[in-house]
């Protein structure tokens, strides 16, 4: 990819408000290869969730809850090299974005969740970012990721003191931070 990845937004706490930063990435090439098969790996985790609940649906008649897929995850992670690449807790947050649209198609606010394509899907979260999975180093602008390293980052706007990072979604030449309640 040749610009790069285009950032991360990330909420930071400011007295209990909350404020969204958009940063962007220039990562090496490996750094690049492991996001990339962190994106990747999201997608597949995404769709196998979705057809595991689909199958379960329509051959058995029974619901599958967010809990039991991640068993189903845990197990998963061991056996398959691309779904160890990804952050544990960002794997369970892509069952949670998908136990979320199914509540939403249930409740009739949206459509059936659908499988995605590579391009159309490229996003990964960091749900705890403060607990050590995403560090800022701005003087030194760079930006460490679990499982992809050091990352060369350019900070558009300076960052507040007194705060901390929330939650981070890393996404392809784009960027999106959630807060989680």
């Known amino acids: 990819m040749p610009g790069g990845f285009y950032g991360m937004a990330a909420y930071y706490l400011l007295g209990g408000m909350k404020t969204a ?5 220039y990562p090496n090439r490996r750094q690049e290869r492991r996001l990339l098969g ?13 057809a595991h609940r689909k199958w379960r649906w329509e051959e058995q008649r029974f619901s599958t809850s967010y809990s039991q897929q991640c068993w189903i995850l845990t197990a998963e992670r061991k056996a398959d090299p691309l779904l ?5 807790q960002s794997g369970q947050e892509i069952l949670h974005r ?11 606010r949206s459509r059936c969740p659908r499988f995605k394509k590579f391009p159309a899907s490229g996003s990964f979260t960091y749900p705890q970012a403060y607990n050590g999975s995403v560090n ?4 030194r602008k760079r ?8 990352v060369k980052a ?28």
């Not at 962190?38 to 979705?50: P, Q, S, T």
């Open 98 to 108: 998908l136990d979320r649209a199914f509540e939403a198609f249930f409740e009739h």
């Open 154 to 181: 350019v900070f558009h706007r300076p960052l507040p003191r007194d705060s901390w990072l929330k939650t981070c979604t890393m996404g392809l030449c784009r960027c999106r931070t959630l807060r989680r309640p």
């Open 38 to 50: 962190m994106v990747e790996a999201g997608r597949r985790l995404w769709n196998d969730a979705l």
């Open 136 to 139: 800022l180093d701005v003087p």
């Open 21 to 25: 930063f958009r940063f962007r990435l």
């Open 84 to 88: 160890a690449e990804l952050h544990s």
């Open 143 to 150: 930006l460490f990721l679990s499982k992809a390293g050091n």
